[in-house]
């Protein structure tokens, strides 16, 4: 196609913007109010995702040491456990440690307790490099000499982890399904535009037109629906997720994704969703009206 008939077609889907003020305003805002969803939901989702990584990375076993083992068994004991595949770090709580740190925990509950009766037995702290793999390196762990018990809270850990997935999986089949809901709304919205123009198809058909010369101009209008139906929702999440991630780093164990590049990758998304769906919704509306 000429540079030219395409320049002429850009210009006449313009003008029909104007020309259908009322059945325009309807589309963009039908575009408006389901883009501005989509993203709501599009940083949502990311974020959800990534708090139930960080809930996951806080995982890790507690590896005790068998009662009377000596500093050279506890040294070679670690050697073995850094060895492991799939052990991230390992770090050595003694005892006296243990004991001081359920001291500050429970206070007065354990002021003026005899260190000489400490109950405690030494202990590794293992972090796993796959959260997901933990309970098959405990059963690799409890196979070391030297190793009492390991304990990671396996009842609890498991919950945690079918929540994570499924907090995963819902939010990724919900976004999958509200950009399918996104292009049958505006689709059948643009269908409303185009119907109130069936006539003026019918006579462009009856002239001679071909299907690509009427359909050109409707595909830059649904282009510049699209594009201008994604400006508001680009601008008030742009504005709502900044005024969020700020007032986020109050809360430390919940700390939303940065600014950047997280919104403005899904301010690309939305505004190329908004002319994608545009496009598309103008050419299967207008396909039916093409039949004359």
Same mark, same amino acid.
């Given at each position: ?11 006449? #889907? ?6 259908? /003020?009322? $059945?325009?305003?309807?589309? @963009? ?7 501005? +969803?989509?993203g709501?939901?599009l ?16 995982? *890790?076993?507690? &590896? ?8 050279? *068994? ?11 595949? #799939? ?14 740190? $359920?001291?500050?925990? +429970?206070?007065?509950l ?23 793999q933990? *309970? ?13 018990? &390991? ?5 609890? &850990?498991?919950? !945690? ?10 939010? #990724? ?11 049958? +709304? ?11 123009r069936?006539?003026? @198809? *019918? ?13 050109w ?11 201008? /139906?994604?400006?508001?929702? !680009?601008?008030? @999440? ?14 430390? !164990?919940?700390q939303?994704?940065? &600014? ?7 301010? /690309? ?9 545009? !496009? ?13």
């Open positions: 196609m000429k540079a030219r008939t395409l320049g002429r077609h850009a210009r006449e #889907g313009f003008r029909n913007l104007g020309r259908n /003020g009322w $059945m325009t305003f309807a589309s @963009i805002s039908a575009v408006t109010v389901t883009l501005l +969803l989509l709501v939901f940083l949502l989702a990311y974020n959800l995702g990534e708090i139930s990584k960080q809930i996951e990375a806080q995982v *890790e076993m507690n &590896v005790f040491v068998v009662e009377g083992a000596g500093q050279a *068994e506890i040294r070679e004991l670690e050697r073995q456990l850094k060895a492991l595949p #799939g052990v991230a770090t390992t770090s050595f709580v003694s005892k006296e440690v243990a004991l001081e740190q $359920m001291r500050e925990k +429970l206070k007065d354990l002021e003026g307790y005899d260190d000489a009766d400490n109950p405690l037995p030494d202990k590794f702290v293992v972090k796993p490099t796959d959260p997901l933990i *309970e098959a390196l405990s059963k690799r762990v409890e196979t070391l000499p030297l190793v009492a018990k &390991v304990n990671y809270g396996e009842e609890t &850990v498991t919950q !945690m982890f079918q929540w994570t997935e499924w907090i995963r999986n819902a939010g #990724g089949v919900f976004v999958v399904g509200l950009c399918f809901t996104a292009l049958f +709304l505006i689709s059948n919205t643009i269908k409303v535009t185009i119907f109130a069936r006539k003026e @198809i *019918e006579i462009m058909k009856l002239v001679g037109a071909t299907n690509w010369f009427i359909r101009p409707f595909l830059f209008e649904g282009l510049l629906i699209g594009v201008l /139906g994604s400006l508001l929702p !680009m601008l008030a @999440i742009y504005v709502a997720y900044d005024y969020l991630y700020v007032a986020s780093a109050a809360f430390p !164990m919940f939303l994704a940065p &600014v950047d590049p997280l919104v403005h990758t899904v301010l /690309g998304i939305l505004i190329a969703i908004g002319a994608l769906i545009g !496009m598309i919704g103008s050419v299967m509306s207008i396909s039916r009206f093409l039949k004359v």
